[in-house]
């Protein structure tokens, strides 16, 4: 599981992809920048979680050769396990690795969800050390949560056999929302997944699993709350794998989580649209094919297309939160902030403590010369992320247009110490400082815009006028 993620960086706008694909068969480096960025850790402080109830999966095709990875947990004693739904398509095995490096296979797979997108496995006849079940249907704002998983950045492969370490990371509840299907809702948390966390346990400050990690994107992170599996853990007939391959062979969900991995982990928009578009055949109001449709227009550059897409996406359901917030981006930078606004109130009112819209709220709201209405969304959004960047840029304008230079001085260069770095933000900074008369901040930042932009003839412009004699 993995996100990528493109922020109109100029506009102050973040646009939200969720991912749920596997981790890929063939092991991957990431650079360490995004471990940085996405809090992964190792956790000295975590330790009364009971990992060794915790497993790496692999899955394997006919060869024997590994497909994907993902994570799953023990939930009863005789080796019942709770994993995706997704870790297991096109596997014609799994096996689960322990922290003892103990590799067990799965027997029968018990009961499987394709729209909740998780399974219920049987594994071989033994004693199995387990996670306790929480109280997910009582999950509140602002919970603690945390996730375990075995990030696929660490695998290693020795002489076949793969090796792994789980990783710990933290946050709390944003929400309990529905996403594509509004027949069930997820927990929004700021707890990051990452890459390979998928079907790993999110557990709450008693170390009781609270649901399975499912849909990763920045600062938005879905898990299916637990009590959605708990009636199926006791299910005893089930089905082979080879069974599950052959009925996936047609399944729209399979299809639909094919192209998710051609998109995101393989960078193939050709090869995931002719899934999606094999999806959308068997039905047409299939809303994820249509959402990462849209994400695969916008990668081979069909921006009109991917407009028309979250539009489809939004007439099948409404209240999709990403897919209202990302419209609402293309309708900013098109110029149409009425119906950006519009669109970003409406992501906010169906998922209040969304951090992307209620950033998207305030730069379109900056845009319409309403700067003291942005400023509590804009606060409201780096109090729920205190790292997000693109928040403090968009503040920063909100307290130029007040004229609170001071203030927005403050936000801006909290924003490029946060990793913002484009002339747009640089121009700001030069005004701010040579509205307090700052001139050699003032000059450092026209240097730093001429070095982003040579030919910048106001920079020129205004760097002479700064430096010449009179002005000494």
């Given amino acids: 599981m993995a996100v990528l993620f493109n922020e109109n960086s100029e506009a102050g706008l973040y646009m939200q992809n969720l991912t749920q694909y596997r981790a890929p068969g063939k092991l991957i480096s990431f650079l360490t920048i995004w471990l940085i960025l996405f809090g992964l850790q190792s956790s000295t402080w975590g330790s009364e979680v009971n990992r060794n109830a915790i497993a790496l999966l692999v899955a394997k095709d006919k060869l024997g050769n590994m ?10 004693p005789e080796g019942i396990l709770v994993t995706n739904y997704h870790v297991l398509v096109d596997a014609v095995s799994v096996d689960a690795i322990f922290p003892d490096e103990s590799a067990v296979p799965v027997s029968k797979i018990l009961k499987v969800d394709r729209i909740k997108d998780f399974a219920v496995l049987q594994l071989k006849e033994g004693f199995y050390s387990t996670l306790e079940m929480g109280d997910s249907r009582n999950v509140k704002n602002f919970d603690y949560t945390s996730a375990l998983g075995y990030l696929s950045q660490n695998l290693a492969q020795d002489f076949g056999t793969v090796k792994g370490e789980i990783l710990q990371t933290y946050g709390f509840v944003l929400g309990l929302h529905p996403q594509a299907h509004p027949g069930f809702s997820y927990i929004y948390t700021t707890t990051s997944f990452g890459p390979g966390f998928s079907g790993g346990p999110l557990v ?36 082979t794998f080879a069974k599950l391959l052959e009925e996936d062979q047609t399944s729209k969900e399979a299809l639909y989580y094919r192209g998710n991995f051609a998109l995101y982990a393989l960078g193939d928009p050709d090869k995931a649209i002719d899934y999606f578009q094999q999806v959308l055949k ?38 999709f939160p990403e897919a209202l917030s990302n ?11 009425e119906q950006a606004v519009a669109l970003f109130k409406k992501a906010i009112h169906v998922y209040p403590n969304f951090i992307q819209a209620l950033s998207n709220l305030g730069a379109a709201l ?4 309403r ?26 304008n909100s307290y130029f247009a007040l004229n609170q230079l001071e203030n927005a001085l403050e936000t801006y260069k909290k924003s490029v110490a946060l990793g913002v770095d484009f002339l747009s933000l640089h121009w700001k900074l030069f005004e701010t400082h040579h509205k307090l008369g700052h001139t050699e901040e003032s000059k450092n930042q026209l240097n730093i815009i001429l070095e982003m932009d040579p030919e910048n003839h106001r920079a020129k412009k205004e760097l002479s006028l700064l430096s010449s004699p009179a002005r000494k």
Avoid: W
């Avoid at 170390?207 to 006791?234: C, M, W, Y």
């Fill in 371 to 396: 700067a003291k209405e942005a400023i509590p969304h804009l606060k409201k959004t780096i109090s729920l992320d205190p790292d997000f960047a693109i928040a403090y840029y968009n503040l920063g």
């Fill in 204 to 239: 709450d400050k008693d170390n009781k699993v609270l649901g399975i990690a499912t849909v990763e994107g920045r600062s938005i992170n879905l898990a299916l709350p637990i009590h959605e599996v708990q009636p199926f853990l006791d299910e005893k007939n089930g089905m």
């Fill in 67 to 76: 497909v994907s990875t993902g994570t799953g947990f023990v939930v009863k």
């Fill in 282 to 319: 068997q039905d047409p109001n299939f809303v994820l094919a249509f959402y990462d449709m849209a994400v695969a227009h916008r990668d081979k550059g069909l921006i009109d297309e991917s407009i028309a897409d979250y539009e489809k996406t939004l007439k099948v359901n409404p209240n």
């Fill in 366 to 369: 900056n845009k319409q010369d």
């Fill in 327 to 337: 419209l609402g981006g293309y309708y900013f930078r098109t110029g149409n902030t």
